[in-house]
């Protein structure tokens, strides 16, 4: 199985901020790997895909790297409605997502 | 437009079998690449992903829970179901269903999720 870790678990951040999270997949996880939005008490929301295709419709202040085993989102000038959990998801053996990063208000 | 719905029991009891239906509109289930996903959350915790049915019939489960799932698909009324026995407590979560998308392999549209609890 292929496990996958993300740093920082949160992070606190203000609007208008850049914040950088870290996925990391115990296996090669090739380009078979995404990044979700999770808005409280809401679905999950696919915002990158391929490790670094802007999703449709998602606006451009995300953006995704990486490769083989290690992944970056990051989000130039936080808004509001970017506050929320984050999650990446490996697909190139089974499904498998990571523990999630919190992003709140300082 | 894509869309997605999860219906089932909010309450089952210790050892019952969980019975989930996804009914979704905007795709088919017959076209090559195609899937449907379950993927569950207990309150406050991460996602974890638990079976996927491919537009071919294959299917594929999570590894820590594959005795107890099964899932299915019925094209002709566009529903995947998912089974899950002998719940448990631990199993109390939302249930998601999510289509899995041809070239990214990754779930691009999720339904709204439904609560299941577990409590006798």
């Known amino acids: 199985d292929i496990q996958m870790t993300q740093s920082p678990s949160s992070v606190s951040a203000s609007v208008g901020d850049r914040v950088t999270i870290t996925c990391r997949a115990s296996?090669?996880?090739?380009?078979?790997l995404g990044w979700y939005r999770q808005r409280p008490g809401e679905a999950p929301e696919l915002v990158i895909h391929?490790?670094?295709t802007l999703q449709r419709g998602i606006p451009s202040r995300f953006s995704g790297s990486g490769s083989g085993t290690d992944f970056t989102l990051t989000i130039n000038s936080l808004q509001p409605e970017d506050f929320g959990t984050y999650y990446c998801?490996?697909?190139?053996?089974?499904?498998?997502f990571g523990p999630g990063t919190k992003v709140d208000i300082k | 437009q894509i869309t997605l719905k999860e219906s089932g029991p909010t309450l089952v009891k210790p050892t019952e079998t969980l019975t989930l239906t996804c009914t979704f509109s905007?795709?088919?289930?017959?076209?090559?690449?195609?899937?449907v996903g379950w993927i569950r959350q207990p309150p406050g915790k991460a996602l974890e992903w638990l079976a996927v049915?491919?537009?071919?019939?294959?299917?594929r489960y999570s590894p820590s829970l594959k005795s107890r799932l099964s899932i299915t698909k019925d094209t002709s009324k566009s529903q995947v179901v998912l089974t899950m026995t002998n719940m448990d407590p631990v199993d109390t979560a939302t249930y998601y269903c999510?289509?899995?998308?041809?070239?990214?392999?990754?779930?691009?549209?999720w339904g709204q999720g439904t609560l299941v609890t577990v409590s006798s």
């Open positions: 999510a289509h899995r998308a041809p070239l990214s392999g990754l779930f691009d549209n």
């Open positions: 296996q090669r996880a090739s380009s078979w």
């Open positions: 998801q490996q697909a190139n053996s089974l499904f498998t």
């Open positions: 049915v491919y537009w071919d019939d294959f299917k």
């Open positions: 391929a490790a670094s």
């Open positions: 905007g795709f088919s289930l017959t076209t090559s690449g195609v899937g």
